[in-house]
């Protein structure tokens, strides 16, 4: 009842005050420059206590700490007890200033409440962001014992923490396994399907199998609990070291780019459903021959998709150049 009263007290509050520009409503002023009150003057007094009491009624039954309730009933109080005490002496002019400090009084408390809370999530999120970066391989070089190849990799979310990932692990002593992968949103949800997902394509990569077999258990396991209706772009490699045959299967994500010739060009391999979006998805193996100093660059689309103060895209083409 509070709720729909206030907003029409209000209506009619501003017409009173908006006719009392024109004609005198609530006071009239004398040829002297005194103010007298009208007869509808009692009427508004009515209406400041009917509405005060209707507002300190939805602040006390608001769910908010005791301490925002007792900063908004400043707003009230405080210039009801000036009116009572001073108001007809000094006039209501003063009326402002007492206004002014309840505001104050209120933004103090409320702004500090929401500051502890902010502080407490900032630090929650400043450990999710350590725990995320813990889980990705990050000691370079990463295999000083294998000459035979080198890789290195990167990630910078776009908020504390990300639903993007890379690993990459020895399968066993001539296989290389490489993952790299984007979880649809961001925040604390993308981050925790990130570890999951993570965790289920290294587990299923151990357990051997080509790249479209690993990605296909994979997908079905996180199909049945994902309750959420998240899913996750992979790319997922294997390189045989000894030989340099390259076996990857992508599960929707971005096209990787290869340098055989002496250029970097799109290699536009063969694409299934992202993980998590169709549980009989099926996924398709493509292999790559790789020799002495060839090397391939996987990605997630922030690098594509990064944009500029005009809000233009960095873009593939550009991607290339830089390569």
Same mark, same amino acid.
């Given at each position: 009842?509070?709720?729909?009263?206030?907003?029409?007290?209000?209506?009619?509050?501003?017409?009173?005050?908006?006719?009392?520009?024109?004609?005198?409503?609530? $006071?009239? !002023?004398?040829?002297?420059?005194?103010? +007298?009150?009208?007869?509808?003057?009692?009427?508004?007094?009515?209406?400041?206590?009917?509405? @005060?009491?209707?507002?300190?009624?939805?602040?006390?039954?608001?769910?908010?700490?005791? @301490? =925002?309730?007792?900063?908004?009933?400043? $707003?009230?109080?405080?210039?009801?007890?000036?009116? %009572?005490?001073? &108001?007809?002496?000094?006039?209501?002019?003063?009326?402002?200033?007492?206004?002014?400090?309840?505001?104050?009084?209120?933004?103090? !408390?409320?702004?500090?409440?929401?500051?502890?809370?902010?502080? @407490?999530?900032? /630090?929650?999120?400043?450990?999710?962001?350590?725990?995320?970066?813990?889980?990705?391989?990050?000691?370079?070089?990463?295999?000083?014992?294998?000459?035979? $190849?080198?890789?290195?990799?990167?990630?910078?979310?776009?908020? +504390? !923490?990300?639903?993007?990932?890379?690993?990459? $692990?020895?399968?066993?002593?001539?296989?290389?396994?490489? %993952?790299?992968?984007?979880?649809?949103?961001?925040?604390?949800?993308?981050?925790?399907?990130?570890?999951?997902?993570?965790?289920?394509?290294?587990?299923?990569?151990?357990?051997?199998? @080509?790249?479209?077999?690993?990605?296909?258990?994979?997908?079905? =396991?996180?199909?049945?609990?994902?309750?959420?209706?998240?899913? %996750?772009?992979?790319?997922?490699?294997?390189?045989?070291?000894?030989?340099?045959?390259?076996?990857?299967?992508?599960?929707?994500?971005?096209?990787?780019?290869?340098? /055989? /010739?002496?250029?970097? !060009?799109?290699?536009?391999?063969?694409?299934?459903?992202?993980?998590?979006?169709?549980?009989?998805?099926?996924?398709?193996?493509?292999?790559?021959?790789?020799?002495? &100093?060839?090397?391939?660059?996987?990605?997630?689309?922030? %690098?594509?998709?990064? /944009?500029?103060?005009?809000?233009?895209?960095?873009?593939?083409?550009?991607?290339? +150049?830089?390569?």
């Amino acid at each position: 009842i509070s709720e729909k009263l206030i907003p029409i007290l209000l209506v009619v509050q501003t017409i009173v005050l908006l006719a009392n520009i024109i004609t005198p409503v609530t $006071f009239t !002023v004398t040829a002297e420059g005194m103010y +007298e009150e009208t007869a509808i003057d009692l009427i508004e007094e009515g209406f400041l206590a009917v509405t @005060s009491v209707l507002t300190a009624i939805m602040i006390l039954k608001s769910h908010n700490p005791f @301490s =925002q309730k007792a900063a908004a009933l400043t $707003f009230i109080v405080l210039p009801l007890i000036e009116f %009572v005490l001073i &108001g007809g002496s000094f006039g209501e002019a003063s009326q402002y200033g007492i206004v002014l400090m309840s505001l104050i009084i209120m933004y103090c !408390v409320i702004f500090n409440a929401k500051s502890r809370k902010l502080a @407490s999530t900032e /630090t929650e999120l400043n450990m999710a962001t350590e725990i995320q970066t813990g889980m990705l391989p990050s000691i370079f070089p990463a295999f000083p014992e294998r000459p035979e $190849f080198d890789i290195h990799a990167s990630m910078d979310p776009a908020k +504390e !923490v990300g639903g993007d990932f890379y690993d990459f $692990f020895m399968i066993d002593d001539d296989h290389l396994g490489m %993952v790299i992968a984007d979880v649809s949103g961001k925040g604390v949800p993308a981050a925790l399907f990130m570890m999951s997902s993570k965790i289920l394509i290294n587990d299923h990569a151990l357990m051997g199998g @080509s790249p479209a077999e690993i990605l296909e258990r994979g997908n079905k =396991q996180i199909c049945a609990n994902n309750d959420a209706h998240m899913f %996750v772009t992979v790319w997922l490699g294997i390189l045989e070291i000894s030989t340099g045959k390259l076996t990857t299967a992508s599960a929707g994500h971005e096209y990787p780019i290869i340098n /055989t /010739t002496g250029k970097y !060009v799109l290699l536009k391999d063969k694409h299934g459903l992202a993980i998590g979006a169709f549980e009989m998805s099926k996924y398709k193996n493509t292999e790559l021959q790789l020799k002495k &100093g060839d090397s391939i660059f996987v990605y997630t689309d922030g %690098v594509a998709e990064a /944009t500029d103060a005009n809000n233009q895209l960095f873009g593939t083409d550009r991607t290339l +150049e830089a390569l």
